[in-house]
Every structure is written in C-alpha cells, then in structure tokens.
C-alpha cells in the first residue's frame, strides 16, 4: 500500500482537462510545499513535470498545471494529448525517512 | 547533458547479494546528492535511500525495509555511485533507478524532486 493516495485511472478526450488527486497526511502533503509529480511511459524512467505544489521545470508544458489544499494535491493537464497517456505519480517531501513517499500511481487514458 | 547510466541488475537467489553502480556524467558529482528509487513490476515508485555529498557530510538515509540489508555509497573520483543490497527478499524484485534532484540556477531540490534519471536496472530476487 503505497503512502499517497492517487486514483488508480484517470480518462479524457482530446481537447478535454482532466484532474488526478494525490492525497496524503498532515505529516508529508499538509506538512511541506514539496509536492511532485511525475509522467511514466511504459519502459520509460519516471519524467518530472511539477516540483514544489505547481512549479515547471523548463522544457515541461504549460498545460501541467499542479496545487495543494491541506492534505491533498492536484495535478491538472488541459489541452488532453494523445501523448499524455501514461501512468502519472505524485510524490511528497515527509521530514524523516524515509524522506520522500511516492503515490501508487494513476493511468490516464486518452480516449 | 547529464547522464545516469545504471548497471549490475540480475537475477540472484534469496539472501543473495548484489551491487548496483550507477554511473555519472556531465555534471560536478562531488556536488550532487544522489537517491535510489525502485520499482516493482506492475508497481509504484519506492524512495530507497540517498547520499548526501561530502561537502555537506555525506549523510545517508534509508526507507526502513532495506536499512541494514542495503547500503548506498560513492566514488566521487569515479563519478559512481553503488548499492550494495544484502539478504535480498523476492520483494526486492524492481527496477532500481538512480537520480539527482532538480536544481533551477543555485536552487536545487535534491530531496524532493528528481529531474534526472538513469535507465534503470533490473534485480530479480527468484529461486
């Protein structure tokens, strides 16, 4: 049982947004700013796409958009792409170890 | 560009042993601090451990499963980084992935979002 929380799968239509939640506790989400998120295609190394709530790395889309309220974040992508299908993780910072915890994962299909 | 390059997975009976090296380019390694991450087939990601670089004291942390069974280390001349895994368990089983936080300028995230990845290498604990 992994230590975030995420829907196990996620679907949208080209064109369409869709929201993946990741909910976590008072002691990792709700404690810190550092909340991640990752984009994995299959064989693929994870993608970071979100780093601290809803900062983008250069080079990541602006249609990944991320937030947090309380104990949950919220990864959003807009503009639905084919190629956004993937497995999709979020992870947080927690203070002690082990120092960062990982959600189970949830799969968008793009229908 | 920098580059991870994982290598030493495969396939090792329970209570087995096995190293993992993890090898570095493009970047000052004296400087980075380096994180284990796994992945069991079918999975989710799992945050095993990571080392600190020894200008700020080389500290290593573990994830509790793998502390004292598991241990991380660095050849900063080499640019390499290890995990030596010890009294391996079937639920060992993953893709062992090697990573650096990212860093924007002088702010660097180096324990809570990893940005560059290796591509991983398999361990199959199996009888």
């Known amino acids: 049982q992994s230590a975030l929380t995420q829907p196990a799968s996620v679907s949208g239509s080209p064109g369409q947004w869709i929201t993946i939640s990741c909910t976590g506790t008072s002691s990792d989400v709700g404690a810190y700013k550092y909340v991640s998120w990752y984009q994995q295609h299959p064989g693929k190394a994870p993608k970071l796409l979100i780093y601290?709530?809803?900062n983008r790395p250069s080079g990541v889309s602006y249609r990944f958009s991320g937030s947090k309220s309380g104990n949950t974040a919220s990864l959003t992508i807009s503009g639905l792409q084919a190629e956004d299908e993937a497995d999709y993780y979020c992870?947080?910072?927690?203070?002690?170890?082990?120092?960062?915890?990982f959600g189970g994962g949830t799969k968008l299909t793009v229908l | 560009e920098v580059q991870l390059v994982e290598s030493g997975g495969g396939l090792v009976k329970p209570g087995g042993s096995l190293r993992l090296s993890c090898a570095a380019s493009?970047?000052?390694?004296?400087?980075?601090?380096m994180t284990w991450v796994r992945q069991s087939p079918g999975k989710g990601l799992e945050w095993i451990g990571r080392i600190k670089s020894k200008t700020v004291g080389g500290t290593i942390d573990y994830t509790p499963p793998v502390k004292g069974r598991f241990t991380i280390s660095r050849d900063d001349s080499k640019n390499t980084l290890y995990l030596q895994m010890n009294s391996l368990k079937s639920e060992d089983t993953a893709v062992y992935y090697c990573t650096i936080g990212y860093c924007s300028g002088t702010d660097c995230h180096y324990d809570d979002a990893f940005d560059i990845w290796g591509q991983g290498t398999t361990v199959t604990v199996s009888s």
């Open positions: 601290e709530v809803s």
């Open positions: 992870s947080s910072y927690r203070g002690s170890s082990p120092y960062v915890v």
């Open positions: 493009g970047l000052t390694f004296r400087n980075a601090w």
